[in-house]
């Protein structure tokens, strides 16, 4: 795992964007355990921290949603704080505490994510490098996935 996620892009770290760099996940991958299940249904949970994380999440894989028995939850809805909109709404607490008015006027994820003009040329590079490479181009999702508002 740790070659498919990092050292595939050694390289392109010289051509980032100021103040881009390439952080080394560090990537556990556990065996998995019986069910005590008496319908044999397999679980498909996965946990998530980060440092600076009160505690871990406990997300359903298939669902996308923390379990109800998870130590962190986002609040009622159960989304998982990795999920786009968590992401966004940790994105404008952050805009609005740097007094960025014209990030908090964004009215859509996709449309503050395209305002990102060094994000948007970090990641322009990344594509081309990854191309450039022979990995193959990066998959393209579907537009609706980042057109909501928070």
Not at 26 to 47: E, K, M, W
Not at 84 to 111: D, G, I, T
Request: hydrophobic letters at 40%; glycine letters at 6%.
């Amino acid at each position: 795992m740790k070659i498919s996620v990092s050292q595939r892009v050694e390289g392109v770290t010289s051509l980032l964007p100021m103040f881009y760099c390439m952080m080394r996940p560090h990537i556990s991958l556990v065996p998995s355990v019986a069910t005590n299940s008496t319908d044999g249904r397999q679980f498909t949970y996965g946990i998530n921290w980060s440092e600076g994380d009160s505690s871990l999440e406990v997300v359903d894989g298939l669902e996308g949603k923390t379990i109800e028995e998870s130590p962190f939850k986002s609040g009622t809805a159960l989304a998982s704080r990795l999920c786009k909109a968590a992401m966004s709404h940790r994105f404008k607490l952050v805009a609005k505490e740097a007094q960025r008015p014209e990030l908090l006027a964004a009215s859509s994820y996709s449309e503050a994510k395209m305002m990102a003009k060094a994000y948007q040329e970090a990641k322009n590079v990344l594509k081309a490098y990854l191309l450039q490479q022979g990995y193959g181009a990066w998959p393209v999702k579907v537009s609706a996935s980042d057109n909501f508002s928070v």
